[in-house]
DNA sequence: AAAACTAATCGTATATTTGCGATATACAAA
DNA sequence: TTTGTATATCGCAAATATACGATTAGTTTT
């Protein structure tokens, strides 16, 4: 897109809300966390196997989902196992709640 | 996109979470939302004031956040007062604690 | 070493998002 | 009625997202 204006400096805090809520924002990728939510962890074959989407699809979904933090994958030749990164779950927990409650009028966006 | 796979139905639930959360995966629309918590409501002008960005941008996060559902516009002529939608907020809000309760395991997504 | 399996990445096509300026529309004020 | 103000929409450009099949890379098994 042209970039005429100025860069905005987002917050810490806006730039993470709106980081998470875009790895959120894909069915595919609820779905996937709601997998990896039941089982704990698992792994990308299962994904392909149930997911009605090309295994490069998948595959980018989980590098989104990598990217954003909510996930990790963990080696476990010949396969790699994904598991909700606890630790950021928590805080996307934590800032959606922000987000949702009273303090969102006192959190520094820009 | 191509769309060579069947379509998959995503449950209601799993739609309205995505949806809610890319209306909230961009720091401009975190910013208008948080001037309306903090004015409870405001003018669109305000916002063009505020934000380093053309009216006619503005005018179309705030028309994706009228169609998330988010906010509401109310008009005050010549104005168009906007407001947050509580409804909707509150039920995104209640949306986004399951995905991070444990109840997240049990909601419907496909 | 060869074959099989797993997952990532590349290249491509198309859709959507984000931004702008210009224009249209609707109403209020002069 | 003309002018001004407020907002939406159009048309365009560039960036990003979403999907696919094909290929590559790394392991494992045979």
Redesign the pocket.
Known sequence: ?????QHIDYSDDAVRIARYA?AL??P?RLTILKLLSNQSCC???DL?DVL??????I??????LKDSGLIQ?EIN?????YCINQEKWEEAKALFEVLFSKDFTKIKIT
């Open positions: 897109m042209k970039r005429t204006t875009k924002s894909h595919v792994f990308t074959t392909v009605p989407l090309a295994q490069s699809t595959s980018q979904h989980l590098k989104e994958g030749p010949p396969k790699i196992k």
